[in-house]
C-alpha cells in the first residue's frame, strides 16, 4: 500500500494500546483515516450516549496530541461507510468485531459489499476473551449455566497477551468531505453525571493499575459493601474500550501476592467471565432483552403500576438501600452492583413490575450500559434466565442493607434525608416511632405481603392457571 489511507472504523475500541485493528491498519504503512460513524438518535441521550461522546472527545484529544484525530460522521454505516472508502480512495478498511445482533448484521452486510467491489476488509476479534461463538460444550451446544461455562473457557488456556500500541502513526492528510466538527449540546441532567467520571485512555489504566495494587487482595471480601470503594470501576471503559479484559488478565494474573491472592484473583476474572458469558448468551438469544428465557414466565401477569415505577426510579420506594441505589444511579450513571441486585428485585418481586421496564430505564441511565451484560443480569435477578436466581427466593432489603451497609454510610451518601438517622434504624426507619424525617417517605409496599403477593403469583404461573 501507499498514500491511499487505510480506514480504521472505530467502534467500542478508543484507544491505541490492545486494538488489532489499528495495529493492523499501522502495519500496512498506509496512512491511517481514523473514522467513526454516529447513528442517528431515534430518542433523547443516554448516560452511556454521554460516556461514549466525552470518552470519543477525549481519544480524538490523544490523537492530535499524535498529529491525528478522529472523523466523525452521522448517518447509516450502510451507506456512509462505503462512500466514504470511495471519497478517499481507501485501500482497505479495518475494524474489531462487535457482537450485538444490529451491529454484526451491518457488519456481515458490508463485509460482503466491499468483497463484491474488490475493497479490502479486514475484521478482528473484539474486546472479549472468547469470541462469542467460540466456547461450547462437548455436543458442540452453547452452554446455559454460567460456571460451566467459564470452566471451560479457562480450560481453553488465557487469553492471548495484549498487544502493545503501535509505535509510530501515519495519519491521513487529505480532506474528508462530510466529517463534521460540531460540538454536541449536552442535555442539563448530564452535568450531575461530569464530578463521577474522567475519561481516557491512560485514565482506564490508571484505575486499573490501582485497583491491582489496593484492592484486588481483598476483592473478594469486600465486593459486596458499596461504600468501600473495593470494585474497579472499571465497567464503563471497558464498555467503550478505553481498557481491554486481555489487558485487565495480564495486570491481575501478574499482580503480586502469589497464593495469598490467588482466590481473590480468580473471584476477580469470574466476574469479567460473566461478562462474555452474557455476550455468549446474547448471540444466541439476540431478543433476550424482551423475552424471558424461560418460556412460563411470558405468562406472568406482571401489575400495571406506573406509580410505584415512578417511585422506585427516582429512589422514592421508602426503603432506604433501593433509593440510595436508584438516586446513585440517576446522579453518577453507575450503581453497585450489590444494590442494583437489591433494586432489580424489588422492582420484579416486591412491586410485581415487569423486569423489561428496569431493563429499559437501566439501559437509559447506566453509563457503562452493555445491552448483554445488562439483561442477563436482569433476568438473573427476575428468575427468568437460565442461569438464574430462583424467583421463589426473594432479597429483603432491610436485611441486604444490615448485612451490607451496616453502618449506613452508603445510604447517608445518596438519601441525605437519612444523614442523621442511627445506624442501627436507618435500614428501616418507619419501625421505631419519631425516626423518619418527614420529608422521607414511607415503605409503598411492606415486605411480607409484597413477598407473599409474588410466591402465590408465581404459584400460579408454575401451577398453569
Ligand atoms: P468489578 O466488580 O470490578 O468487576 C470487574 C468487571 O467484571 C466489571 O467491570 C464488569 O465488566 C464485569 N462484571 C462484574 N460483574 C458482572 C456481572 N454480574 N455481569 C457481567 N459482567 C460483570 N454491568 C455492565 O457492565 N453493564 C450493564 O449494563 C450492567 N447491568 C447490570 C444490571 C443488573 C440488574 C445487575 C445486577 C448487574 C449489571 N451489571 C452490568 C453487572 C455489574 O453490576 C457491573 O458490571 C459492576 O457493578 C461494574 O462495577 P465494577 O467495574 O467496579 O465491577
Not at 466514504?84 to 444490529?102: C, H, L, M, Q, S
Request: aromatic share 12%; charged share 25%.
Amino acid at each position: 500500500m501507499n498514500d491511499k489511507p487505510a480506514i480504521v472504523w472505530l467502534r467500542e475500541d478508543f484507544r491505541l494500546a490492545d486494538n488489532a485493528a489499528l495495529t493492523a491498519a499501522a502495519q500496512t504503512a498506509a496512512p491511517l483515516l481514523l473514522v467513526y460513524i454516529r447513528t442517528e438518535r431515534s430518542s433523547g441521550m443516554t448516560a452511556a450516549d454521554w460516556f461514549r461522546e466525552k470518552t470519543l472527545a477525549r481519544f480524538d484529544a490523544d490523537l492530535r496530541q499524535l498529529g491525528g484525530g478522529v472523523h466523525v460522521f452521522t448517518g447509516d454505516p450502510a451507506r456512509l461507510l462505503p462512500e466514504i472508502v470511495v471519497r478517499v480512495g481507501a485501500a482497505a478498511v479495518f475494524w474489531n468485531r462487535r457482537y450485538d445482533p444490529i451491529g454484526r448484521e451491518i457488519d456481515a452486510g458490508l463485509k460482503r459489499e466491499f468483497a463484491a467491489c474488490g475493497t479490502e476488509a479486514h475484521s478482528f476479534a473484539g474486546a472479549l476473551f472468547h469470541e462469542p461463538w467460540t466456547v461450547k460444550n462437548r455436543a458442540g451446544q452453547p452452554f446455559k449455566i454460567f460456571s460451566a461455562y467459564w470452566r471451560a473457557a479457562c480450560e481453553a488456556g488465557s487469553p492471548r497477551p495484549p498487544l502493545p500500541a503501535p509505535r509510530e502513526f501515519k495519519f491521513f492528510a487529505g480532506s474528508v468531505t462530510g466529517a463534521q466538527e460540531e460540538q454536541l449540546s449536552w442535555p442539563a441532567w448530564t452535568s450531575s453525571l461530569d464530578a463521577h467520571h474522567e475519561f481516557g485512555e491512560a485514565t482506564a489504566q490508571d484505575r486499573l493499575a490501582r485497583f491491582v495494587a489496593e484492592d484486588l487482595g481483598h476483592y473478594e471480601d469486600e465486593r459486596d459493601f458499596p461504600d468501600r470503594d473495593a470494585t474497579s470501576g472499571l465497567s464503563p471503559y471497558l464498555r467503550v474500550g478505553q481498557i481491554t479484559p486481555r489487558q485487565v488478565w495480564n495486570a491481575v494474573s501478574d499482580a503480586p501476592g502469589g497464593l495469598a491472592h490467588a482466590a481473590a484473583r480468580a473471584k476477580f476474572l469470574a466476574e469479567l467471565g460473566w461478562r462474555d458469558f452474557a455476550w455468549s448468551v446474547l448471540w444466541e438469544h439476540p431478543s433476550l432483552d424482551g423475552h424471558a428465557l424461560r418460556e412460563e414466565f411470558e405468562g406472568l401477569p406482571w401489575r400495571n403500576d406506573p406509580s410505584g415505577l415512578e417511585a422506585w426510579k427516582r429512589g422514592r420506594t421508602g426503603y432506604p438501600l433501593v433509593d440510595a441505589g436508584m438516586r446513585e444511579l440517576w446522579r453518577s450513571g453507575v450503581m453497585h452492583n450489590r444494590v442494583r441486585m437489591v433494586a432489580a428485585s424489588f422492582l420484579v418481586k416486591h412491586l410485581l413490575i415487569d423486569w423489561r421496564l428496569g431493563e429499559q430505564w437501566f439501559a437509559e441511565t447506566l453509563a457503562d450500559y452493555d445491552p448483554a451484560s445488562n439483561a442477563l443480569n436482569w433476568q438473573w435477578c427476575a428468575g427468568t434466565g437460565a442461569d438464574s436466581a430462583p424467583f421463589f427466593r426473594i432479597m429483603n432489603p432491610v436485611l441486604q442493607s444490615r448485612k451490607f451497609d451496616p453502618s449506613g454510610a452508603y445510604i447517608r451518601r445518596w438519601v441525605p434525608e437519612l444523614k442523621s438517622v442511627s445506624d442501627k434504624d436507618i435500614h428501616a426507619p418507619w419501625e421505631s416511632p419519631g425516626t423518619r424525617p418527614a420529608n422521607y417517605p414511607l415503605p409503598i409496599v411492606d415486605h411480607s405481603a409484597a413477598r407473599r403477593r409474588a410466591l402465590a403469583t408465581w404459584e400460579r404461573v408454575r401451577g398453569g392457571d
